[in-house]
């Protein structure tokens, strides 16, 4: 057994001590002027960085049900963090959200709004929020991503590090700044940005800047000389580069917890409210400058933080108690919901917030795998320890949720349950990709209503908790307690409402029982062996009707007529009508010809129809022998469960059941034949 020691010594070993101060690397002014020169990128604007690091992760094309696909940012699938907060869909609103990022990187006004993420609870505006924090945390760790600040050697041998982390380029006087950045771009080759110098150092540094001046006579390269400048990581944590604010009950708002307040304790130490050295700069726009600042609700602010939030926005500016404005580079992001929303379209004396805001909907997933993919995501076998979670647990749940976030189709005979098929890619007669456009189209406000994947993911955990003497939780467990939930759901507007999410659980339930039954059916005529038997029997049938031929009776072995009645039995599975089946026939037997002009043998398992078919007509010829209807009686002789027992393993080895589930969706399935109500798919 190892010692902590030997743990530690075993860490110790893999520390690069260059490594570290590389990163933690201090220098003079001038050697960071040849840090520039090299990498210019460390002078970029904070809307810069953040474009840039979106980028660094590539992007790809997907297909979402649009025409002509969307290109889709790598960084939103989380792959530094194994997806733990990876966005699920939203392909489009993420890439509307990039391109303002783009814009202002570009300097086309977009750097100047405040960034609003609007959309209902649960639609993961603070997942996005959060994802570009910890991105450019990550993304300042790394030497594309590096940036550097400044801080002024003090008699003892201290330094005073400016407490708002400007860049060390803003020390140089406007006078000479556009020289030395146009001499600057001249030597550096294929930069991204051009070098620019924006905005002044804090009223501290100035103060450091001026003092020093004075005693060096004027000469500001000579101050330049006492200044260190040192590279730095963004942090939310440890409040360097990212702020977060949100607000409080209104008798306790404070915008100095914005902008900074004063130090009473130095008062007496400098003599003055107005010495820049009894200040504490630590207010979130302080602490965000070169990074990022999310304001969580940001609608529900107090009117006079709105205010500095105008400034921040539109100026780049920010109002210190007792001092002149102040110069701060940050991302302003803010995100709410519709109701805080509606309330400042209504509000006349917002119009200059709202002028200065870009908002942009952050909806619910409109489609089934993508609802699908975040459940799936949170309960899988490494999170639900112990219990089985039954196949199409998690779908109904999906499936029920996007239905209640879908408004009525205005198409003549399209259901809902369609719809939402569409929009998952299913292809349906007499649809195009053209027809479910203009669906989305006429759908305003598709997505912004409906049932939040926070209440299904409370409602997954119920059911597990719930049924605790259970090994799996089933589909009816998981709907049972969707629909008993409803009656305390405090964000449901009004009883009809209710009411017609009780009617979707229905028409969910009818869904599940025809995806069942299939799934039966496809365990019960799963035996090879009989499939290829019954292929054989169809395509000498068909060869020898196609060919007027006769077909001769292994049993008797006279040649007889094709057997149109087991022909038509198969057929009429996949609803090939009596007109069209010459038509099939032909099909079926021009494509056993081009394989085998290929070299190739026929194989029933690679056309998709003819399977179907194929297992459809063995379930209906087994299920009697089988006398699945005796589950329901509890009276089953030994042959019937050892062919029961059979078809239970087919469903746990293929279809993903645990031995309780599968047990259970036999009865469930074998009810459904005992009442006689057996449905054709």
Known sequence: M?????????????????TFWQEHWQGTFAEYLDIVRENPGVVRTAHQRMYDMITSYGDYSVDEGRRGGLKRYAFFDDPDNGGRDAIFGLTEELAQLVSVFRSAALKYGSERRVLLLHGPVGSSKSTIARLLKKGIERYSLQPEGALYTFGWKEKDGSITW????????QLIPHAYRQELCDQLNEEVQN???????????????????????????????????????????????????IGTFQPKDEKNQDSTELTGDINYRKIAEYGSESDPRAFNFDGEFNVANRGMIEFIEVLKLDVAFLYDLLGASQEHKIKPKKFAQTDIDTVI???TNEPEYRKLQSNEFMEA??????????????????????????????????KHIAPHTLEVAALWAVLTRLEEPKHHGLTLLQKLKLYNGKSLPGFTM??????????????????SPRYVQDKISNALVNNADATSINPFMMLNELEGGLKHHSLIPNEDTRDAYRRLISIVKEEYTDVVKNEVQRAIAADDEALTRLCGNYIDNVKAYTQRERVRNKFTGQDEQPDERLMRSIEERIDIPETRKDDFRREIM??????????????????????????????????????????VSNVVDKDTQEKIDIVKGRLIRDFGYNDESAHDVLQYVASIFARGDAKRD
Request: glycine letters at 6%.
């Open 434 to 451: 053209d027809n479910v456009d203009q669906l989305r189209k006429e759908a305003k406000h598709e997505g912004m209503q409906g049932i």
């Open 191 to 241: 930069a991204t940005y051009p070098i620019e110098i924006k905005g002044d150092v804090c009223p501290l540094s100035r103060f450091y800047f001026r003092e020093r001046l004075a005693e060096e006579n004027g000469d500001w390269t000579k101050v330049l000389e006492s200044i260190v400048v040192r590279r730095f990581f963004l942090s939310e944590a440890d409040r360097i580069g």
């Open 2 to 18: 190892t010692t902590g020691q030997d743990l530690l010594e075993k860490f110790s070993a893999r520390q690069n001590a260059d």
């Open 353 to 386: 917030l709202r002028d200065r805001t870009v908002k942009i909907d952050i909806p619910y997933v409109t489609k089934l795998s993508q609802e699908l993919s975040i459940y799936e995501k949170d309960y899988n076998s490494r999170r639900v320890r112990g």
């Open 162 to 169: 400016d407490p708002m982390n400007g860049d060390p380029l």
């Open 333 to 335: 992001i803010g995100h």
């Open 590 to 631: 021009n494509y056993i010809g081009a394989l085998a002009l290929d070299g190739k043998k026929f194989d029933y398992k690679t056309n998709e129809r003819l399977h179907k078919a194929l297992e459809m007509k063995l379930f209906e010829d087994q299920k009697d022998t089988i006398k699945l209807t005796s589950l």
